[in-house]
């Protein structure tokens, strides 16, 4: 059930126009949650809160043409304004970094170079696992974690 909530809060997260959504994120205190999943045992909740917290601390981009209003709907109807407020994505930048998102973020790095040795444990295939003496391993989250820290670090990269 979780990984599915999390999956549509992803989807619900994807737009970095929406103020709405950053703004009841942040007042129910999701950046904490969202930054204590990255710790979970799960490889996919860790992935999935990664991917929230990225999405989350985009920056919308300055030059938002009358083109993108109208493709995106009006401010009325779906909360989103012609000159963007960056004020509560710099508020939630201070949030994630408060609740030690950054190091949190930073632990779901892993190098491109990593390997994993395995061991074999003898029988009829071992001849298989002398073959295969290591390979490479990639955290799950480890794309949306270095997406997610690339926001937080450098907002005003478009």
Avoid at 48 to 56: H, Y
Avoid at 89 to 106: C, P, T
């Amino acid at each position: 059930i979780i990984l599915k909530a999390m999956l549509k809060m992803g989807y619900l997260t994807a737009n970095p126009r929406d103020r709405i959504t950053c703004n009841m994120f942040l007042d129910f205190g999701s950046v904490t949650m969202l930054t204590a999943l990255l710790a979970n045992e799960s490889g996919a909740v860790k992935e999935l809160a990664a991917l929230c917290l990225g999405n989350l601390l985009v920056t919308p981009p300055s030059n938002m043409t009358t083109r993108d209003e109208t493709a995106y709907g009006s401010a009325s109807v779906y909360g989103y304004k012609a000159p963007l407020d960056l004020e509560v994505r710099h508020f939630l930048r201070k949030e994630v970094i408060a609740v030690n998102g950054l190091s949190a973020l930073m632990s779901l790095l892993s190098s491109p170079q990593a390997r994993v040795t395995l061991h074999g444990a003898g029988g009829a295939h071992s001849y298989q696992q002398d073959r295969i003496a290591s390979m490479r391993c990639q955290s799950l989250a480890n794309k949306h974690a270095s997406r997610a820290l690339v926001n937080l670090l450098l907002p005003d990269l478009e």
